[in-house]
Each structure stands twice: as C-alpha cells, then as structure tokens.
C-alpha cells in the first residue's frame, strides 16, 4: 500500500503565498515523478509542475515564476512554494507520485487534495 497525504492549503490574500508538502509513504521502492495537479470548479484538472528524482522540472505557463517544486528524495516529499498568488490560482490541489512499488509494479497514486483559496 502506498499513500500521499497533503497539507498547507488554506485561504491567503492576492500577493500572499502558500507552501504545499505532500509525503508519500509505504511499499516504495522509488519514486519517480511527482508533482502537483489542480481543479477549480467547473474547470479541468491541469497540471501545475512535476518533477523528476534527478531534479527536472516542468510548470504550467500560469505559474512560471511564481511557483517552485522541489523534492527530498530521502523522505519521498514533494513541496509546492507558491508565491505572489493571484485568484484565479484558487483550486483543490492534488499531488501525485509515480512509484515503483517492491514488486517492481508502477502505478500513479493521487493525494486526497488540499483546498487553496486567494481572495482579491
């Protein structure tokens, strides 16, 4: 068994900033990506940022600039610092992890979300 469990959202104001963890914990061999996906209500899920074990890193065009994924591959931890935040960054945030579980099985599993709200 492998589970992602979230945590930092909550409610700032326009220019304000967030700091999202999300740990993945279990049956892990590795962890390959991780990242961050949101939904607003309404709208699709998108990607926010994603990186690698050895370090690469793509983000949404939204948030380039304003957003930072990192990673401490000894604790299987992803970390969205999300700065100067706009309202239209309001959404559930969800983490994931691709891992690679002791049997060697991939699979994708998904954090439970965490509510970010921006107000004007």
């Known amino acids: 068994q492998v589970q992602l469990v979230e945590s930092g959202g909550g409610l700032v104001q326009a220019g304000g900033s967030l700091r999202l963890s999300c740990a993945a914990s279990g049956s892990i061999f590795s962890a390959n990506f991780m990242g961050w996906h949101r939904q607003a209500p309404g709208k699709q899920r998108e990607l926010v940022a994603a990186i690698t074990r050895g370090g690469s890193i793509n983000y949404a065009d939204s948030v380039t600039g304003r957003f930072t994924i990192s990673r401490d591959n000894a604790k299987n931890t992803v970390y969205l610092q999300m700065n100067s935040l706009k309202p239209e960054d309001t959404a559930v945030y969800y983490c994931?992890?691709?891992?690679?579980?002791?049997?060697?099985?991939?699979?994708?599993?998904w954090g439970q979300g965490t509510q970010v709200t921006v107000s004007s």
């Open positions: 994931y992890a691709d891992v690679v579980d002791q049997r060697r099985v991939t699979r994708k599993y």
